[in-house]
């Protein structure tokens, strides 16, 4: 048989690797089965293209490359700047942005990076200066205390768990939640959306250093220009998380008010997710703080990876191509088709509906908890995940939601009419899913009852769905 160059990659990979320790080259073959196979629709996830892929498994991966383009700590970077200089320039041109910053690891490294780029910036500003803060050289030991305590004081203002936010805007499960004294800003407790008259009196009262934008969970826009004129009405920075959204801002779904990079002074975001890139993390900036920026490593990143930097100016460039556009804005035409087709079977929606790429169910109404539900819904071949959901009596483990969202099945191809398809598989298995008990007979938050014959018939017709959109259609490894 015949294969053509990306089967002959793949499958050449692997002889390569079964040769060393066949378990590994078994499991890489497995999980494309079962991504083939499972109608995936975790919100973060994504597939990256086959180019993308090998762009990480190269040379790349054997050079250290601490430092910035031009400026490195080891001698023979000159490919490694090649690579990270194109990713920077494609990220820049695509999101319109005065600086990128391409080395961050994850989302999380990148928000560390962003974060102590304001303290330092904060530290070395005139203003600080004028309060006779000298000269790092000249420190004392009395001075570097005084120091660490201004850092550790500063606050932070973001947006709740439970409301939609992320563990890195400064929990105290996460190392921000330990920088920073921080606080949240929820939503309405009749709609769920964000309220900015609150944000803005939290703002007043509270005075944070940083006013973070962003989201996990949150289902709708953001108005980022009103958020900025709450920052500088407190004089706080303004940074961004966008690594949900970021294909939306890249395909221009999001313009204007809501695209968060015209007017944050500084903007996070993961490479995957729905920008369909490697795994991996970015900071994009105001020139003033680029060169703090810049010293993300060795600041609070180890060694760039320059394998997953080549990768990621492979996805930037194929952003930038005009079918992205439309791919970002099917992903919010079939994420608002999923919306309605649940809607119409009775599900309950947290904000009753969508703007972006995700969808967050109350799975409540269901006599559920979001682990049972999210379990139940694996059990059928429908991959999701458990999310907390405003005021959540069930806390962040058990939790009362599931979320849910369409850049992976996007890029599969599927569209509006699969979505209520979709929608039908999903609300027929929360339908006949029925809460367990414990051994003493109180209700269980995690044990359920789902017939396995029913659980198999749903995953045999979310296959059967997928059949007609297959994963990596050039790749075959037989």
């Known amino acids: 048989m015949s294969h053509n160059a990306e089967s002959t990659a793949f499958r050449s990979a692997l002889e390569v690797i079964r040769a060393v320790e ?27 293209s086959p180019a993308t892929l090998l762009a990480m498994g190269n040379w790349f991966s054997d050079k250290y490359a601490e430092g910035t383009v031009g400026r490195r700590f080891y001698a023979g970077c000159q490919n490694v700047d090649t690579v990270e200089a194109l990713a920077a320039e494609h990220a820049r041109e695509l999101f319109g ?54 850092l550790g004081n500063q ?32 939503t309405d407790p009749a709609t769920g959306l964000i309220d900015y008259d609150r944000v803005a009196e939290a703002a007043r009262e509270f005075k944070p250093l940083i006013l973070v934008g962003g989201y996990s969970a949150y289902p709708r826009k953001v108005n980022f220009r009103i958020l900025r004129e709450i920052a500088d009405s407190v004089g706080a920075t303004f940074m961004v998380d966008m690594a949900h959204f970021a294909g939306l801002v890249a395909g221009k779904v999001f313009t204007g008010d809501f695209d968060p990079v015209p007017h944050a002074h500084i903007v996070t975001t993961t490479t995957h997710k729905s920008l369909r890139g490697p795994r991996g993390g970015m900071v994009l900036c105001q020139p003033e703080l680029a060169d703090q920026v810049d010293r993300g490593c060795p600041m609070v990143l180890g060694g760039p ?28 035409d079939n994420s608002q088709a999923l919306a309605e087709g649940l809607l119409r079977r009775g599900a309950t929606l947290v904000t009753g509906g969508t703007d972006n790429h995700l969808v967050l169910i109350d799975v409540s109404g269901y006599g559920l908890t979001g682990r049972q539900a999210e379990q139940a819904l694996l059990d059928s071949g429908i991959v999701t995940n458990r999310n907390s959901v405003p005021q959540d009596p069930n806390g962040a483990w058990y939790t009362s939601g599931i979320r849910i ?21 999903i609300h027929t298995v929360l339908t006949q899913t029925t809460a ?19 659980a198999d018939k749903i995953a045999r017709q979310a296959t059967d769905l997928l059949a007609t959109y297959p994963l990596y259609p050039g790749i075959d490894l037989s």
């Open 22 to 48: 066949p378990r590994v080259a078994d499991a890489i073959g497995a999980e494309l089965t079962d991504q083939r196979e499972s109608l995936k629709l975790i919100a973060s996830e994504n597939y990256a």
């Open 305 to 332: 990876l320059p394998h997953v930097m080549a990768a990621k100016a492979v996805a930037l460039a194929e952003a930038r191509r005009p079918d992205f556009a439309d791919y970002a804005q099917r992903i919010v």
């Open 405 to 425: 969202g369409t850049p992976a099945l996007t890029t599969r191809g599927l569209g509006t009419a699969e979505m209520d398809q979709t929608a039908e598989l």
């Open 97 to 150: 942005a005065a600086h990128a910053y391409v080395q961050p690891h994850s989302g999380i490294d990148a928000n560390l990076v962003a974060f102590w780029a304001v303290l330092a910036d904060r530290v070395e500003s005139p203003a600080l200066k004028k309060a006779q803060v000298r000269q790092v050289n000249d420190l004392t030991e009395a001075d570097w205390f005084a120091l660490r305590r201004e």
């Open 436 to 454: 367990g008990a414990n051994a003493d007979g109180t209700p269980s938050k995690a044990k359920y009852t789902l017939d396995a014959d029913l």
């Open 155 to 186: 606050r932070m203002l973001g947006m709740s768990l439970d409301a939609g936010g992320h563990l890195t805007h400064g929990f105290r499960p996460n190392i921000s939640g330990k920088m920073f004294d921080q606080r949240s800003y929820g």
